[in-house]
C-alpha cells in the first residue's frame, strides 16, 4: 500500500502496519491544544467525566489568546476558567498574558510540536503545524475533552492533494500570495476532508515561516491539514527551538494523489483575497482603487518575525497615510522582543502604526481593531467572512505583510511591487 | 430515529462566523449561544425558529472556525437536523460529536424548499419531502460513527468502554 505522508503518520500512530484512504482509526495523539475560547467548553465537558487528571499533564496545552488580555469580564471569567482547570490538573504548558503569544506561532517556538508527530487543537488553524511535518489538524472541544481524558482522536483517514512546487518566489511576495493563490485555484472546499501536501525542488526557496503561513491556512481551502515534506530547514527549526526527535515520514513513491497542482513559485505575484471568501483571490491586474480605513499585520498566519520584517522594509522611512488605522501585533513575546531589538518597532511607531501585545485580536472581530459599518481592512490575518472583523457590512481584504504595509503607505489596496518599485 | 420538521433555507459556504459570530465567544452557555445563532446571515432566524425545524443548505456548510459554539447554538435553538450539499469537516465531526444530527444529502438539500415539511428517518437513510412528495436516499453512518450517536456524543463512548 503506498501511503502518503499523513497515512504514515496516522498508521503509526494508529498501531497499524497501513491505513487506507476512508479507514477510520483512533489515534494516539502527541499534543492537544486549546485556547480561551474553545477550552471552556472542553473543560465543561471533560468535568462530566469525573476525572481527577488528564492523560499526560506534559500533552496538553492552553494558550490564552484569543481574547487576553481579557477583553470584558465574560472574557476573563474564561480565562480565569482556563487557568484554575491547568493550575488543579498541573498542566505543564499553559500559557498566560507575558508568557502567550499566538497559539499556532508560539507551540513551534516553544518546541512544542516536532516532525512525524500528531497533534490536535480546538482551533481550526492547527494544521499550522504541517509546515515541520507533523500531522496536526483542527477539532472541536468536545474532541479536546475526550483527547485530554484519553489520549486519543478519531479520525477519517483522508486521501491527498499534492502540490509539486518548483522555482523560486519574487522579490516581496511571500507564502501568504502562494497559499492565497492556492486557495482561489481549489476554491474554498477544493480540499475538502482531503490532505493537502507540499513537495519539490521549490520547498527550498520557501523559509520555514513561509511554510508555517502555508500549512497555516490548508483549513480554507477545507483540508483536514497542510503537510510539508521535511528537509534540513525544518529539522534544523525543530532542533533550535528544542522540538522533540524529529520522526520524519517520505510519501511513497507511488502514493495515490487524488489531484497534483505543478506550481511554479516564479509565477507567484502579490496576491489579495476579496470579501468574503479566502477563495476570491485577485493579482493586482484585477485590482482597482480600493480605500482602505485600517490595515492589521499579525496573527498565527502572518504575526512571526519574518512578516514583521517583510513590513518594516516598506515602512521604513515613510509615512502611513492619513486615515489608515494600522496595527502591528507581533504573535509572541519573543517575535516582540526580536522586533524591538532589531529596531522594527521604531519603524513602525515612526510610520505611524500602533504596535500592540500578541493577541488574536482583530482577526476574528474580538478586541484591538473591530471595523465600523462599511469599513474595510487590508489584514495579514486568514479569514475574511461577512463580519469577520467587525460589523456584518465592514469588509476585510486578505494580504501579505508586504502588500499589507505598502496599502498602509498609500490608503488603497497596494501592491509592494509599486511601492518599492520593484 | 425519525426526524421531522420544516425546512430553515440557506446557500453554500455558510461559515461559523455568521452561525455564531466571534463578539458572543465569550460565553459558553447554550441558550445564550442560540440567542445570536445566524445573527450576521438571517437576523430573522431566532424569532422563527420553531422546535423541529431542519436547516437545508448547500455546500460546506459550517466552514472556518472549529468553535463547537456553532452545532452548539444551532442544537440549542431547537433544530432537529441540518442537511446539506457537503459539510465542512470541523463542524460535521463536531456535530456528531454533541450529538446534533447532520445529513449529508445534495439531493435532498437541493430540492427542499424554504417552508417544506420533512421529514428523516436516520437508520433508513430516507428523507420524505411532505410537501412535494418527493423522497430521497442517503448512506446510513458507519458503524463506528453510529456508536458515537447512540453513546449520545463522543463523550458517551468513554462511559461505554
Not at chain 1, 21 to 28: I, S, W, Y
Not at chain 1, 296 to 304: D, H, Y
Not at chain 2, 12 to 24: E, G, H, K, L, S
Not at chain 2, 79 to 93: E, G, M, Q, T, W
Amino acid at each position: 500500500m503506498a501511503m502518503t505522508m499523513t497515512q504514515k503518520i496516522l498508521a503509526a500512530h494508529s498501531g497499524l502496519d497501513e491505513v487506507r484512504a476512508g479507514q477510520l482509526v483512533l489515534a494516539d495523539i502527541d499534543l492537544v491544544l486549546g485556547n480561551d475560547i474553545t477550552s471552556p467548553v472542553a473543560i465543561n465537558e471533560f468535568a462530566k467525566l469525573g476525572r481527577d487528571s488528564v492523560f499526560d499533564r506534559d500533552k496538553v496545552t492552553m494558550i490564552m489568546d484569543h481574547f487576553a488580555p481579557n477583553k470584558d469580564i465574560k472574557a476573563a471569567e474564561q480565562c480565569r476558567q482556563c487557568r484554575d482547570f491547568c493550575a488543579d490538573m498541573g498542566i505543564t504548558h499553559f500559557y498566560d498574558v507575558g508568557e502567550m503569544g499566538i497559539e499556532h506561532a508560539l507551540v513551534p517556538e516553544k518546541g512544542l510540536v516536532s516532525a512525524g508527530q500528531l497533534v490536535i487543537g480546538a482551533d481550526s488553524h492547527t494544521c499550522t503545524y504541517g509546515a515541520l511535518g507533523a500531522f496536526s489538524t483542527g477539532v472541536g472541544s468536545t474532541d479536546m475533552a475526550f483527547g485530554m481524558a484519553t489520549g486519543k482522536a478519531w479520525f477519517k483517514v483522508p486521501s491527498a492533494i499534492k502540490f509539486n512546487l518548483r522555482g523560486e518566489l519574487r522579490k516581496y511576495v511571500s507564502g501568504k500570495d502562494v497559499i492565497l493563490s492556492i486557495i482561489g485555484m481549489t476554491g474554498v472546499d477544493g480540499a475538502l476532508y482531503k490532505s493537502m501536501e507540499f513537495s519539490g525542488a521549490g520547498l527550498s526557496a520557501l523559509t520555514v515561516s513561509d511554510r508555517l503561513c502555508i500549512a497555516n491556512m490548508a483549513i480554507e481551502a477545507g483540508a483536514k491539514n497542510g503537510i510539508f515534506a521535511v528537509d534540513e530547514a525544518a529539522l534544523g527549526y525543530i532542533r533550535t527551538h528544542g522540538g522533540a526527535e524529529p520522526v520524519v515520514y517520505e510519501a511513497a513513491p507511488d502514493a495515490d494523489y487524488d489531484e497534483v497542482y505543478d506550481i511554479d513559485l516564479t509565477d507567484i505575484e502579490p496576491t489579495v483575497a476579496f470579501p468574503h471568501l479566502p477563495d476570491n483571490a485577485r493579482t493586482f491586474a484585477d485590482i482597482g482603487n480600493i480605500r482602505i480605513d485600517q490595515a492589521v499585520i499579525g496573527s498565527c498566519t502572518n504575526g512571526r518575525l519574518e512578516d514583521l520584517e517583510a513590513a518594516a522594509e516598506i515602512l521604513r522611512g515613510r509615512k502611513i497615510a492619513k486615515g489608515v488605522r494600522t496595527i502591528v501585533i507581533p504573535a509572541t513575546q519573543q517575535v516582540y522582543l526580536d522586533a524591538m531589538e532589531r529596531g522594527l518597532l521604531k519603524i513602525f511607531i515612526e510610520a505611524g502604526a500602533v504596535v500592540s501585545t500578541p493577541t488574536c485580536g482583530p482577526c476574528l472581530g474580538g478586541h484591538m481593531g473591530i471595523l465600523a459599518a462599511g469599513e474595510r481592512a487590508v489584514a495579514t490575518t486568514n479569514r475574511n467572512f461577512v463580519g469577520r472583523m467587525g460589523h456584518p457590512t465592514s469588509e476585510v481584504y486578505l494580504a501579505s505583510p508586504a502588500t499589507a504595509a505598502a496599502s498602509a503607505v498609500t490608503g488603497r489596496i497596494t501592491s509592494p511591487w509599486e511601492v518599492m518599485d520593484a | 430515529m425519525k426526524l421531522r420538521g420544516n425546512v430553515i433555507k440557506y446557500g453554500d459556504n455558510v461559515d461559523t462566523d455568521v452561525i455564531i459570530p466571534a463578539r458572543y465567544l465569550n460565553t459558553s452557555d447554550h441558550k445564550e449561544l442560540a440567542a445570536h445563532c445566524m445573527e450576521d446571515l438571517d437576523k430573522t432566524f431566532v424569532s422563527r425558529v420553531r422546535p423541529g425545524d431542519i436547516i437545508a443548505a448547500g455546500q460546506n456548510f459550517g466552514c472556518g472556525s472549529s468553535r463547537e459554539h456553532a452545532p452548539i447554538a444551532i442544537k440549542a435553538s431547537g433544530i432537529s437536523l441540518v442537511i446539506a450539499k457537503s459539510f465542512a469537516r470541523i463542524f460535521y465531526r463536531n456535530a456528531i460529536n454533541i450529538g446534533l444530527p447532520i445529513v449529508e444529502c445534495p439531493e435532498a438539500a437541493e430540492a427542499a424548499a424554504e417552508g417544506d415539511e420533512l421529514e428523516a428517518d436516520l437508520d433508513s437513510g430516507v428523507i420524505r419531502d411532505i410537501t412535494t412528495g418527493q423522497e430521497f436516499r442517503t448512506e446510513p453512518f458507519p458503524e463506528f460513527i453510529q456508536n458515537i450517536i447512540k453513546s449520545g456524543g463522543l463523550l458517551g463512548t468513554i462511559h461505554n468502554s
